[in-house]
DNA sequence: CTGAAGTTTCAGTAATTTCTGAAAATTATA
DNA sequence: TATAATTTTCAGAAATTACTGAAACTTCAG
């Protein structure tokens, strides 16, 4: 398959990308072109258009797929594995939330738990347990809030980022009329 | 200086997640060893206790403080330079945020943008710019999103956390109550 | 100005991660 | 069952990223 320039560019940038977002360039680069594809790819396709070899690509499919981003398809007639990318723009989203945070938060988070039933052996400990109760609470304040988000519908997802934005303006308004005696209790 | 093995091992894992979270192993050992640490502390001090070069540990701290996470600070009489984290734990989780935010949505954000000003030439760039659009949009929510976040104090962002779940599970009744004809028409 | 105390830089090396491609495995067909 | 079509695996090569440590630099005190 051939890519115009501009389409080339978009996927070559998406591969850059996903190094960041937690899959590597060729994994990047291939789900980009899953996505602009108008039909299913083969392996091969693939591995022609991006220039990469056949078993690179088996194993990025292989991890699209553990990531449920890419699903296998037949045609009638055609015994070859044909791919395609699953799911609305926001479901990918989810997604790769879900999977950053099994990854980012959920192993620090149980370490943490772990730690804090621990009492303190001395001053260090002391001092350190509190400073590792704040990120435990952190992170688990995120986790809730991103199961909560998991739950959500594409459309409700939409809707409550624009309602965050509200909420937060309306916030920073009880910051400015309550006075600092009040604020202090809250803390 | 000395770490307990409970600490120590702490210190480790955050190294470990570190590079997962954007900064690479010795850079969030440091950090994490800055956080619990009840003074400020020496280059130094901090190559030792983590038994890595120094200037390994001069390059960290330049990125640490590159993060708005950690502090130049002196002591009276005393020549060297001391380091301490600075901010609540919150103010850090924005930094990460903001900081991944630049490095993973901004450059896609504005690619996007210019790929999008260009007339579709053919029927393969016509159906990539339909989905290029859906990512653009959702990109855009999310930035916007996160730009609402940067300016709620911990406080504030801690209610907001909250008040989303609940939001949240609003939505999910909604969904169950209105009947599916409706609903097709808010896609 | 000199040198001691401290910090930064960066070329080279080490460690890690990604990618290739040939061989092995799988699956369908005749 | 044999064989042809296709996919997967994985050892090693290539590319990338992180780390070291010696040399260069900075700053200050005498």
New interface residues.
Partial sequence: MN??P??T??VM??GE?GS???FNRTVGQMYALL????EPLTANDIAETLNISRGNVSMGLKELQSWQLVQLSHLPGDRKDYFRAIG???DM?KRVMEE?RK??ID??LS??RD?LL?KP?????Q??QQ??Q??HD?LE??T??TN??Q???P??L????????G??KV??M??KFIGKEE?KE??
Same sequence: chains 1, 2.
């Fill in positions: 890519l115009t501009n389409l560019s978009f940038h998406f990308m960041r977002w937690g996505v602009i594809s108008a609305s723009i926001w989203a950053r990854r980012e192993p620090t370490l943490l730690m621990d052996s001395n001053s260090q400990e001092h350190a400073r590792l704040e990120i952190l304040s995120v809730k809030w909560e988000l739950r959500l519908s459309d409700n939409n809707t409550l980022l624009k309602l965050s934005s909420v937060g916030l920073d009880k910051d604020r809250n803390r």
